[in-house]
């Protein structure tokens, strides 16, 4: 019985215990989050800013952003993967639902608030300190702004830290949008250093950066408002940063094709970067480029590579406007390209993913940005015409036949054996994009068989057209593997061509045909040596164009002379056709047009695709459809006119 | 739901009509006919506890139709044939236990019947005690063991489905150890509860349960009387005696702050005092696909891609030449027969149980094994259960009830792999000639993918499991202290510990890239705790006989806490390595944000409860709760809110006795308010969405960042439901037709709702409190005995239909709708907000020029210009149903729903001598479906639909497809272009369906023949489940197997990429996922 006395009273005193009241169990004590108090503290505002910098990250460079910054455009046509980009392609049927989830960095705008008003009471942080962290939210607040207002034009404007939900809003006057533009980069360029510094180290915001933005903010502006003054202090702008660029580390490379090297990716003529990583952590890279859409992964570099490596076969022969393995086969596929037992050119490593969502508008490159090839060397430093043979016989086991794939090309030996012969891997022609009419074209290059295909700008279609090679990264693993270089989002050379349209609006000619002549002269440059009859193919390397030689009967002193402008030639036009050969495939053409009101001219003169509907309606996206049905209380949000 | 026949006659026996009498003495005459030659006579007399003859019972010899009834003073003769004399007699009397008793040669035999404790005062579990079911107030669907263990099944909510009115359960998943969507009288929040910062508060499972399962409406899970926030796959089927499901606001409200999505009360089994007994019940088959799904053969998918390359655009997937070889010979590989599988499916249950007068146990081992469709894809059980109840003193009395699980799911390839099957091409090869696996059967552009017969060939290199321990425990001590009143503590703790293990080698079907430098692994553990402790005091009196007073008083608290770590490399070395080993791969990382991470959760709650009944004719409860919940703003956290409810036992009102027809009869009626604390904890504070970035390439530029994604709320309070229910219990003729009928309304307030807030103002989202919605409902069951003849044969129905109205009421500040977040007020809570379908343009049609914009083609999909949402939404404002030529998102519309017209189910049972036979019937009517499967996105984040449908890059779904010379409004024209203009109105389709849920056929072995073995009984049965559905124009249409859901989201968002979802991702929606399986099975069920 004592056993239960014991037990008995361990009951109660239990019960007892048990009553104890625990009002602690009702405090909240966040420990493995981060809240927005932290905002207030050194940690949190460097944190807020690296996650905008990672926000922009998730725009810049991705396959939605890479394709609506140029189609719709002179430049670029629908590629044969353009899926649903063929709405912005060709602008039938683009509704606020094509760009929602366009207004995202509005909460980066918030955080920058955040960092603004919170920020200069924040504890322990040395002055030093504190001025380059605001430094960084005024550039970033007028980048981001600056995208916005040219992207959908009428948008909300807030400057302060917003902590109050509200279900309404509304568009504010693009001019105060402006006004807070260029405020935050005057303050920037104050608060930043001239380079960048630690730990905003690569290509991240400077004063350097925020002078380049400030010029091309007051050039847009100045086109908005025609004001003469805007147009002035664009120029200014532009001229001091060149005058001075030694102060911000800038200039351009002898060679146009150096600032598109790899390694020269975050030296002297980069001035902002979106950064990616193959560290899983700080970037977004997968192996195997599982991802694409809206992830943050860098893949401009191959929006406009087409399916043509793994499609076209060794007999592939070409009618009026598209590719068959042999006439036989024309019966069960007219519409395009169909494998032939044995493939010249596999999908590799150094070939990527082939998107195919842009395809070059070749008609208006070569006839009119690029009609002089000879003298300059951006569209060969522009474009791969060329794709030497990796693909192995059908009875090597180590390559690969139908279609499949392999983790590295076969760069030597035997290739297939073609009706014209065996191929040699990295020495014969699989595919050749001229960029004149050949005679005897796809198969014969005048009366000689050609092993390979020749397709000659006219027989060019949505899946066969050159490659835009500039962004290429052939540091890649795995052949989908998302590139994890920088997203150059603006590069010296462009400084010089604000100067020059500023220049041009101010009425001063000549100094535009100055700053113009600079960019010019430097593409007159090239690395190779003197004409080689018959050398531009073949070598060990893959399916590359190897070397830079002149053309026949050019040497750099002649093509400076003939690249030299005079004042009188310099006309917007100009300009625009300038800034396709400086700039082609980076993701600037759209807003370029836009800025200049030149959007439905060039689109009527050169994009037959474009031209049935495009309107100066289509000079604003529209407002993102998420923005409209979620503003549900107050006045309804306005669409943009048009859409 | 009981077995047989549910007499729940309240009555006293001796209130017996005459009209029974009259019954039983024709069966007499009838009876006596069969009286044979050879037989001798046995004599008695039936007695009550009391010694009074008993009159009217019936005795039965076993097995046979021979018997007769007891007279008014009880005695009895019968006619035994001499072959019988050894049977055993079967004495039964409603209200008494029924006896056997062996003849054994005997002549004479009188017996003392007892009153049948759970005929006469059935109990209910009601929370925190029982109570008499005459007692009952509150709307409570009791559903026994017997009921639930006809369906073979992983969870319970598996086996409940179709068989209680006003649940509505639908499957979430197909995958063995899958998760199951379960609503008790509809939704109330018209949203997930979770503001994306999902830590899975209520399921320990980071992969592929609860956790991505929509639990904001979710009913509370009661264990043994301690809250059960775990796994349902942890919680073995056979170890479960009884279910009560309290559905209306009277009955949850004792549960208040989580009883608003309803309460399921879980009755485990426990000991009885008396004889040891074992028993062992158990069951093997197998599973299989109930089918595959229809794709396009070889020779339909080349005609498919020609069709494609005939249509509109120039990004047309030729076929290839190996493919154009393989049509030529007649090749076409149906890639899911090559994969699905029939895997075997077995459940053991041992238990050994019993006691004497002061300690009782039980004791069970259990073990479940369900193999999958996909190989080696399967889920796996282990249990051990104990039960202890111990009478310490007179006074005192303590108990335990320990359940432990160990549990593991395999599921290489995930839950998707038909979705990757599907767009296989028919015209690849799986095997090399040389008879190897094909590795990289697919030609043209998506020749990276790697064959799924890596599923099998290369299973060591393909990881994806989860192994989860939990124990679960409830303790209780009980002191009386003076009559009447007793002081009663409980205890629960629950742990769990879980560990998600996933490797992906190259060159395998869940990693394509064939570096090994590219394979992929990470561990991720998970540690979930929740104590919880309740004071109770508990009064119960009968005073004058008459006055039954009983109180509860309660007061508890608990906590819960739930703390993860992640850790994913690149690059492992070996793939024998799989994720054991980090330190050699290339790369590691810690994942995302939520990988990691630790939430506590508070609740402390005091209860009252007070039940009065009246001399069994009238009972009342009235129950007042406060609730402190840590997850709310400060000063908010405390709620209190009462409920009400009353009942009228009509039949024991003297004036019933002149309605002998009625034999039992009950008027319930209650109201009650319920709340929800359902967020997630720290959802007040706002949160920032944490990453990473590299400033340049070196380690000094990598800095965390961060990004607003919640605001904080700090005026964040309770949601609160508040229900009545009006509930008739019935009974007719002899209780052979008994059932319930009840309807009811609920309405909720200052619901917890995360917006979709203007991103425009600084975040996407925020939690609020706001919106009101209602429902109303009305909920039939009935079960009757439909024939029970004296030869044995009895055949009885068990039916039960419902239905659930719901609607938004109000939104924030005066709002009608929110487009944003899919809400119209007047509207059911999730609806389809999309374009209208209606056709495919035809050639020659005169609308395509008149449509400007998008300017389309013959062939493409047709939807209606209708401006609704330009005109507000208001079908009689200006501008309203008129067309402007141009398609745009105001031409959405409301287009379908999610809410079923009714639910209905029915068993049936037939039993004959030593056989019986059950089949289980239920039926989901009038709501939509969505199916991404058939509609089509690009870029979308889920690849739900097939990216390039209708573009001829992957095989696919084998549909009706426009041609110019097949003019079907069905689907459009495959074409080149990529994705067609609103692809996602293809999706939406009539979900209705009547399903064979089961059929069970069993037998009973003699005992006398196995007696000597000492088994007391022995039954043994063969099972069907899911054999086949009866109707569903989902299944006619040839959309899939099964029309019910097997995951969540995915619904393609609408024109085009980027869209609003036309569908809030709360709906279970049937995707290309593992489809519906149907399992063949042999059971046994043994006491010794």
Redesign the interface.
């Known amino acids: 019985m004592k056993n239960?006395k014991i037990?008995?009273s361990a009951?109660?005193i239990?019960?007892l215990l048990?009553?104890n009241?625990?009002?602690?169990?009702?405090?909240?004590?966040?420990?493995?989050?981060?809240?927005?108090?932290?905002f207030a503290t050194p940690s949190?505002i460097?944190?807020?800013?690296?996650?905008?910098?990672?926000?922009i990250?998730g725009t810049w460079g991705t396959?939605?952003f890479t394709v609506q910054q140029v189609t719709g455009t002179d430049e670029c046509l629908e590629?044969?993967?353009?899926?649903?980009?063929?709405?912005l392609c060709t602008y039938?049927?683009i509704?606020?639902?094509?760009?929602?989830?366009g207004?995202?960095f509005?909460?980066?705008?918030?955080?920058l608030?955040?960092i603004l008003s919170l920020g200069p009471s924040t504890q322990g942080l040395d002055a030093t300190t504190l001025k380059a962290y605001l430094g960084q939210a005024q550039f970033l607040r007028a980048f981001l702004y600056f995208y916005l207002v040219q992207t959908y034009g009428n948008?909300?404007l807030?400057t302060t830290?917003?902590?109050?939900?509200?279900?309404?809003?509304g568009p504010a006057d693009p001019k105060a949008v402006y006004a807070v533009i260029v405020s935050d980069l005057k303050n920037a360029i104050v608060n930043l250093p001239a380079k960048?510094t630690?730990?905003?180290?690569?290509?991240?915001a400077a004063a350097g950066a925020a002078k380049w933005l400030l010029s091309k903010v007051y050039l847009t502006r100045a086109w908005l408002t025609t004001t003469s003054a805007d147009y002035d202090s664009a120029y200014n702008a532009a001229k001091d940063l060149i005058d001075n660029k030694a102060t911000y580390g800038f200039d351009l490379w002898q060679d146009y094709a150096s600032a598109f090297s790899p390694a020269n990716d975050?030296d002297k003529e980069t001035i902002f970067v979106s950064?990616h990583?193959?560290?899983?952590?700080?970037?977004y890279y997968t192996?195997?480029g599982?991802q694409?859409?809206?992830a943050a992964i860098n893949v401009t570099p191959w929006m406009g590579l087409n399916?043509l490596i793994?499609?076209v076969?060794v007999d592939s022969k070409i009618d009026a406007t598209k590719i068959v393995?042999d006439p036989t086969?024309l019966a069960?596929?007219?519409?395009?390209?169909?494998?032939?037992?044995q493939l010249p050119l596999m999908?590799d490593v150094q070939f990527g993913r082939?998107f195919?969502r842009i395809r070059p508008n070749i008609n208006y490159l070569l006839t009119q940005a690029f009609a002089d090839r000879k003298n300059d060397s951006r569209y060969d430093k522009t474009f791969q015409t060329v794709w030497l043979v990796n693909g192995g016989p059908p009875s090597d086991p180590t390559s690969t036949r139908?279609?499949?794939?392999?983790?590295t090309g076969k760069y030597s030996g035997d290739g297939p054996t073609s009706s014209r012969g065996l191929l040699k891997c990295g020495v014969d022609t699989a595919i050749w994009f001229p960029d004149y009419e050949v005679v005897g074209a796809p198969q014969k290059f005048g009366t000689r068989d050609f092993k390979g295909v020749i397709v000659t700008p006219s027989m060019q279609?949505?899946?066969a057209y050159p490659y835009m090679k500039k962004q290429a990264d052939p540091s890649r693993?795995?052949?989908?593997d998302p590139s994890t270089r920088p997203v150059v989002i603006a590069r010296f050379s462009e400084v010089y061509l604000i100067a020059a349209e500023a220049a041009l609006m101010r009425g001063d000619n000549v100094n535009s045909a100055l700053y113009l002549n600079v960019i010019r002269q430097r593409a007159a440059y090239r690395s190779g040596a003197a004409y080689v009859a018959g050398g531009v193919f073949g070598s060990t390397t893959p399916a590359t164009m190897v070397g830079d030689p002149y053309p026949n009967g050019v040497t750099y002193a002649s093509a400076v002379s003939v690249q030299t402008i005079t004042p009188a030639q310099v006309t917007l036009d100009f300009i625009l056709d300038e800034r396709t050969r400086e700039f082609y495939g980076e993701s600037l053409r759209w807003q370029d047009l836009v800025r200049t009101q030149k959007l439905v001219a060039r689109v009527t003169a050169w994009n037959p695709a474009a031209s049935p509907?495009v309107t100066t309606d289509f000079m604003l996206r529209p407002i993102p459809?998420?923005?409209?049905?979620?503003?549900?209380?107050g006045p309804k949000?306005p669409q943009n006119h048009g859409? | 739901m009981e077995k047989i026949s549910l007499r729940t006659d309240t009555r006293l026996p001796s209130r017996a009509g005459s009209f029974r009498r009259m019954i039983l003495l024709v069966c007499t005459i009838l009876l006596s006919h069969y009286a044979l030659f050879a037989q001798s006579t046995i004599k008695g007399k039936v007695t009550d506890d009391s010694n009074t003859g008993i009159p009217g019972v019936n005795i039965v010899i076993k097995g046979t139709a021979l018997g007769t009834t007891t007279d008014a003073e009880g005695n009895y003769s019968l006619e035994v044939p001499n072959e019988n004399n050894q049977s055993l007699l079967v004495f039964s009397f409603i209200g008494f236990s029924t006896q056997e008793i062996s003849i054994q040669g005997r002549t004479i035999i009188d017996v003392k019947m007892a009153v049948d404790a759970k005929e006469l005062s059935e109990v209910v579990v009601v929370g925190y005690g029982t109570q008499l079911k005459r007692d009952i107030t509150g709307a409570i669907v009791k559903v026994n063991s017997e009921v639930l263990q006809q369906t073979a099944a992983a969870n319970v909510f598996d086996q409940l489905k179709g068989h209680a009115a006003g649940v509505d359960i639908i499957s979430a998943s197909s995958v063995p150890g899958g998760p199951t969507q379960i609503r008790i009288r509809g939704n109330r929040t018209m949203t997930q509860n979770s503001a994306g910062?999902a830590n899975s508060v209520t399921s320990t499972s980071a992969s592929n349960d609860a956790a991505t399962a929509d639990n904001a409406d979710q009913p509370l899970l009661v264990v043994d009387g301690i809250p059960y926030n775990g796994n349902l796959n942890d919680i073995s089927p056979s170890d479960i005696a009884s279910m009560e499901i309290l559905k209306d606001a009277s009955a949850t409200a004792i549960y208040g702050s989580r009883g608003a999505g309803g309460v399921i009360l879980v009755t485990t089994k426990r000991g009885n005092s008396g004889k040891t007994l074992f028993s062992y019940d158990g069951y093997v088959g197998f599973s299989s696909v109930m089918k595959e799904l229809r794709v396009f053969n070889g020779a339909e998918y080349y005609q498919f891609k020609?069709d494609a390359?005939?249509g509109l655009?120039?990004?047309?997937y030729?076929?290839?030449?190996?493919e154009?070889d393989n049509l030529n010979a007649g090749v076409s590989t149906d890639w899911q027969k090559l994969i699905y599988q029939s895997s075997p499916m077995q459940n053991h249950t041992l238990s050994v149980s019993g006691g004497n007068d002061k300690s009782k146990y039980s004791l069970s081992g259990g073990y479940f094994k369900q193999g999958g469709i996909i190989p080696n894809q399967n889920f796996t059980r282990y249990t051990i259960r104990n039960t202890m109840d111990h009478q310490?003193?007179s006074?005192?009395r303590?108990g335990l009830n320990t359940l432990n699980t160990v549990s593991y799911q395999n599921l290489p390839g995930g839950s998707g792999v038909t979705s990757g099957l599907m767009q296989l091409s028919p015209l690849a090869s799986a095997y090399n000639s040389d008879g190897t696996v094909n590795l990289?059967p697919q030609?043209?552009?998506d020749?990276?993918k790697i064959s799924p017969l890596t599923l099998k060939t290369k299973s060591g290199s393909i990881l994806n499991s989860s192994r989860r321990l939990r124990t679960f425990n409830s303790f209780y001590?009980e002191?009386d202290i003076i009559k009447g009143l007793k002081?009663r503590?409980n205890?629960g703790l629950d742990y769990s510990q879980q560990k998600d293990d996933y490797y992906a080698g190259p060159a395998t079907w869940t990693?394509?890239?064939?570096?090994q430098?590219?394979s992929?692994a990470s561990t991720r553990n998970t540690e979930n705790w929740q104590y919880t402790?309740e004071?109770l005091l508990i009064y119960d009196r009968t005073f004058n006989q008459k006055h039954k007073i009983g109180f509860t008083g309660l007061?508890s608290?608990?906590?819960s806490h739930g703390q993860a770590n992640y850790v994913?490399a690149?690059?492992v070395p070996f793939d024998y390595m799989q994720n054991t080993n980090f330190y050699p791969a290339q790369?590691v990382?810690?994942g995302g944000n939520n990988d990691?991470?630790?939430?506590?959760r508070?609740?402390?709650s005091y209860m009252a409860r007070l039940t009065y009944s009246f001399e069994n004719r009238f009972s009342a409860t009235a129950t007042w709760r406060r609730d402190?919940?840590?997850?709310l703003s400060v000063g908010n956290?405390y709620y209190s809110y009462p409920a009400f409810a009353a009942a009228w036992n009509i039949i024991n009102e003297k004036f019933m006795s002149s309605l002998p027809l009625i034999t039992n009869l009950k008027l319930r009626a209650g109201w009650g308010i319920t709340a929800s604390q359902n967020i997630d904890?720290?959802s007040?504070?706002?949160?920032?969405?944490?990453?990473?970035?590299?400033?340049?390439?070196?380690t000094?530029?990598?800095?965390?960042?961060?990004?607003?994604?919640n605001?904080?709320?700090h005026s964040l309070k309770w949601q609160n439901t508040a229900q009545w229910n009006i509930g008739l219990d019935f009974g007719i003729l002899e209780n052979r037709i008994t059932g319930a009928i009840e309807y009811y309304q609920q309405k909720t307030s200052d619901i917890l709702l995360p917006?979709?807030?203007?991103?425009?103002?600084?975040?996407?989202s925020?939690i609020?409190n706001a919106g009101k919605t209602e429902s109303r409902g009305l909920e039939l069951s009935i079960n009757s005995v439909n024939v029970k003849t004296e030869s044995g044969l009895t055949w009885s129905t068990e039916f039960n239909y419902f239905f659930n109205r719901e609607k938004i009421v109000a939104?924030?500040?005066g709002?009608s709708?929110?487009?944003?977040?899919g809400w119209f007020v007047g509207q059911p809570l999730s609806v389809i907000y999309d374009y209208k379908k209606i056709g495919i343009w035809q050639t020659n049609d005169s609308g395509l020029g008149t449509q400007a914009?998008?300017?389309q083609q013959p062939g493409q999909i047709k939807v209606l210009d209708w401006n609704t949402s330009g005109a507000g939404l208001v079908s009689n404002a200006a501008g309203y149903g008129v067309p402007d030529n141009k398609?745009?998102?105001d031409d959405r519309m409301i287009i379908g729903n999610f809410q079923p017209k009714f639910d209905a189910g029915m068993t049936n049972r037939v039993t004959f001598k030593r056989f019986d036979l059950s089949i289980s019937v239920y039926a989901r009517m009038g709501m939509k479906v969505v199916v991404p499967y058939v509609a089509s996105e690009?870029?979308?984040?889920n690849y739900t639909g097939y990216?390039?449908f209708n573009?001829g890059r992957s095989n696919q779904l084998k549909v009706d497809y426009w041609t110019p010379t097949n003019p079907t409004n069905a689907f459009p024209q495959p074409t080149?272009?990529?994705?067609p203009?609103f692809g996602s109105t293809l999706s939406y389709v009539d979900g209705s369906f009547i399903k064979c849920r089961n059929i069970n056929l069993g037998y009973d072995i003699p005992t006398a023949a196995l007696g000597k073995a000492g088994i007391t009984s022995l039954h043994v049965y063969a099972s069907v489940v899911n054999p086949f559905v009866i109707w569903a124009p989902f299944v006619r249409d040839h959309y899939g197997p099964d029309p019910e859901g097997n995951g969540y989201g995915g619904a393609i968002?609408?024109?085009?990429?980027?869209?609003?979802n036309a569908v809030a991702g709360r709906q279970v929606t049937v995707n290309a996922n593992n489809p519906a399986t149907r399992q063949f099975l042999f059971g046994v069920n043994l006491k010794f």
């Open positions: 239960k037990i008995s009951l109660w239990a019960a048990l009553s009241s625990c009002t602690d169990l009702l405090k909240e004590n966040p420990q493995s989050k981060i809240t927005p108090a932290s949190g460097l944190s807020g800013i690296a996650g905008v910098y990672n926000d990250r396959e939605g590629g044969g993967g353009a899926s649903n980009y063929h709405i039938n049927g509704t606020g639902s094509t760009f929602s989830g207004f995202g509005y909460s980066d705008i918030n955080v608030n955040g948008i909300p807030h830290f917003i902590t109050t939900p509200s279900q309404a809003d960048p630690a730990p905003f180290l690569g290509k991240a975050y950064d990583s193959n560290d899983p952590k700080y970037g192996p195997g599982g694409a859409g809206g399916n793994s499609n076969g393995s086969s069960f596929n007219p519409a395009g390209f169909v494998s032939g037992g999908r082939p195919g139908g279609g499949q794939q392999a983790v279609f949505p899946n693993v795995n052949q989908n509907k459809q998420d923005e409209i049905d979620r503003v549900s209380v949000y859409y | 910062n020609q390359g005939n655009g120039t990004g047309t030729p076929i290839a030449q190996s154009q310490v003193t006074r005192i303590v990289q030609p043209g552009l020749a990276s001590g002191v002081y503590a205890i990693n394509n890239a064939l570096s430098s590219s992929q402790v004071n007061y608290f608990q906590k994913a690149i690059g790369s990382n810690v990691s991470y630790l939430w506590e508070g609740l402390i402190g919940s840590s997850v956290q904890p720290y007040t504070l706002g949160l920032l969405g944490t990453s990473a970035y590299n400033f340049g390439q070196g000094t530029g990598q800095q965390v960042g961060t990004t607003l994604s605001l904080p709320n917006i979709n807030l203007p991103i425009s103002n600084g975040a996407s925020t609020i939104l924030t500040s709002q709708y929110d487009i944003a977040n914009s998008p300017t398609i745009t998102p690009a870029g979308g984040a990216n390039f573009s080149s272009v990529g994705v203009y968002s609408s024109y085009g990429s980027g869209g609003q």
